[in-house]
């Protein structure tokens, strides 16, 4: 079946721009994971939902982080005011439900953020 | 608050070589155990995982894993490298009082020279 896809898979903005990631989790997941990957460093937890949760948003970095995640499926992973340091890969993870499969994260391919 | 630690940043080895990579996390309750995998320009994927049992698990690929409780740690093993290992490896850890989050390693990158 099809993976967690993400869009656009490279951005470059300008300092100062908004701009928003996508994701396309696995169908039937029900957790969603967002993660950044600088270079050279782990991945850095952002935000994570669980079904109908109010989401963990306590790995956001800054006010300027927000994510949102329509109908139980895709998430947008939005960045306002961006800043040079936010240069990374953003990566995107799903879950399925129930049991210790819950625990098993299928990764996305990323969006490499460039802020110029 | 959680860490993992990785303390190899790039391991270089031949081919035929044993490997070991080690990881040590910092959380005194039951913890859930991975590693994941990042071959050259694919995605992140599950090599193996911890939850329970027999501390010695068995993943994808030959790799396997030992958890020391005692020891905090979680070393990812494989007895006789490929060319076809070379890759980053993940080491990430869940403390099961903190539900589904995760906190991974910063990752060790393994060369393999044929």
């Known amino acids: 079946g099809a993976g967690v896809s993400q869009s656009p898979s490279n951005k470059v903005t300008e300092k100062g721009k908004d701009v928003e990631l996508r994701c396309d989790p696995i169908?039937?997941?029900?957790?969603l994971y967002w993660y950044r990957q600088s270079l050279g460093q782990g991945l850095e937890f952002l935000i994570y939902f669980q079904g109908n949760s109010a989401p963990d948003k306590s790995g956001l970095p800054s006010d300027r982080f927000s994510a949102e995640r329509t109908g139980g499926s895709v998430s947008t992973l939005t960045i306002q005011r961006t800043q040079q340091e936010d240069s990374a890969v953003y990566l995107c993870?799903?879950?399925?439900?129930?049991?210790?499969?819950?625990?098993?994260?299928?990764f996305g391919p990323g969006t490499r953020l460039t802020v110029t | 608050a959680q860490s993992v630690s990785q303390h190899n940043h790039h391991v270089i080895l031949s081919e035929a070589a044993s490997l070991e990579l080690g990881c040590n996390y910092s959380y005194g309750g039951t913890v859930n155990l991975f590693w994941y995998v990042q071959y050259p320009g694919q995605h992140l994927q599950l090599l193996l995982k911890y939850f329970s049992g027999d501390p010695l698990v068995k993943g994808i690929k030959g790799f396997e894993a030992e958890f020391i409780k005692s020891k905090f740690s979680f070393n990812l093993r494989k007895p006789s490298v490929q060319w076809s290992d070379t890759a980053e490896y993940f080491c990430a850890v869940n403390a099961q009082n903190y539900g589904q989050n995760f906190v991974f390693g910063p990752g060790t990158r393994l060369s393999v020279l044929p």
């Open positions: 993870a799903s879950s399925p439900p129930g049991g210790a499969s819950r625990y098993e994260q299928y």
């Open positions: 169908s039937g997941h029900t957790a």
